[in-house]
């Protein structure tokens, strides 16, 4: 199989990352006979400063023509005081609807290796295996009127949550069938007892559940989701939500698998005539100027990024279940990067991409 793929290092670690999740590409291609066809672009940060945009003409052209994109992480401190157009961030933003992905999948495991890597308790976490549904293309990011007016003690911020049913219905869809591959429950958060949009968010859910008798649906309210996260990782299976609440939740799902550098995430928009889902791919972490160009970023959610691409661009199950065995035995074995917490001397970035390249 042919495999056309962007790749998008961006800004600080996302490049060291990247790196990593390129080489796995390259070993998978190399076991199971697939013609790897890589192109990169310009996102971000370093895109601003090479060609004056977040997103030039040549990236959003790039994403069009490949099959699936690969995006190490966008953002730099240097921006943060900048008009939101010139900000790393709005690349992101960007090179999303380019592709009209609707929905980000991210999925929270806890590995049994990693329990003592988390804040807490190990009999609290052992077990979690979710997979948060998040809106893309709606909500307070992307509602209308927006902005800063005014001055002095007048001076007044605006942002509007907005969603249509059409909206809800496709990404509500999306999670219930994600459900039905999985132990068949939904957990569906909102704030309808304060919001409007919340709402008809739980209308629409409810509605459609008509439609999957098989799949057991509960309404959570987000504040009471973000505890019960901490508290009972368990109960949850399929988590879905808007684009704002998603997007801090599956944060905080970060402390469950022991560092924010172990999750992937997915987002997926139509699909191809060939079947396949349009794809842009990515760890969830940011980009950490921090500690970029040191070697010791942890590549695992970028690499754990390449295994979803695999899977729901290119519909390669056994390959994407091979780089995650690979990812498991590397683990196991305690050849990971400091975050982690290894009872030895930590590897860095290129090492464990290294033992992951191996494994496969």
């Known amino acids: ?27 998978v291609a190399e076991k199971y006979g697939h013609e790897l066809s890589l192109a990169e672009g310009l996102l971000g940060g370093i895109a601003i400063h ?38 790393p961030e709005r690349g992101l933003l960007g090179i999303r609807k380019v592709l009209g992905v609707f929905a980000n999948l991210r999925p929270v495991r806890a590995y049994e290796t990693l329990l003592d890597s988390s804040p807490l308790k190990n009999e609290r976490v052992r077990g979690t295996d979710m997979i948060i549904v998040r809106e893309l293309t709606g909500g307070i990011y992307y509602g209308t009127p927006r902005g800063i007016e005014g001055s002095g003690p007048e001076e007044r911020a605006v942002n509007t949550m907005a969603y249509t049913r ?20 939904l957990s569906s958060v909102d704030k309808s007892n304060v919001l409007e949009c919340s709402q008809l968010w739980r209308r629409v859910v409810a509605g459609l559940s008509a439609e999957y008798p098989d799949v057991e649906l509960e309404h959570v309210l987000v504040d009471n989701c973000a505890m019960q996260l901490v508290l009972n990782p368990t109960r949850f299976d399929v988590v879905l939500t808007e684009n704002m609440f ?24 139509p699909k191809r005539p060939s079947g ?54 590397v683990l196991a074995s305690g050849r990971v990067t400091a975050d982690l917490k290894p009872k030895g001397a930590p590897c860095s970035t290129s090492e464990a991409g290294s033992a992951v390249c191996e494994a496969i």
């Open 50 to 87: 090479r060609t004056g945009s977040p997103i030039p003409e040549e990236t959003a052209r790039l994403a069009a023509e490949a099959d699936a994109t690969l995006l190490g992480a966008v953002g730099l401190p240097e921006f943060d005081n900048a008009p939101p157009s010139q900000r």
């Open 276 to 329: 396949a889902w349009v794809g842009l791919y990515e760890p969830v972490h940011g980009s950490a100027p921090d500690i970029a160009g040191q070697d010791r970023a942890n590549p695992f959610g970028a690499i754990g990024s390449v295994a979803a691409m695999l899977e729901y661009s290119f519909g390669l199950k056994e390959e994407a279940a091979a780089v995650q065995r690979a990812m498991d035995a």
């Open 166 to 185: 059409a909206e809800i219905e496709r990404i509500a869809r999306m999670a219930f069938e994600l459900a039905r591959q999985r132990r068949r429950k």
């Open 1 to 27: 199989m042919k495999l056309n793929i962007l790749v998008l290092p961006g800004d600080g670690i996302g490049t060291e990352v990247t790196r990593e999740a390129v080489r796995v590409l390259r070993r």
């Open 246 to 269: 998603g997007d801090i939740l599956s944060d905080e799902g970060a402390v469950l698998a022991g560092s924010i550098g172990m999750l992937p995430s997915a987002s997926i928009g």
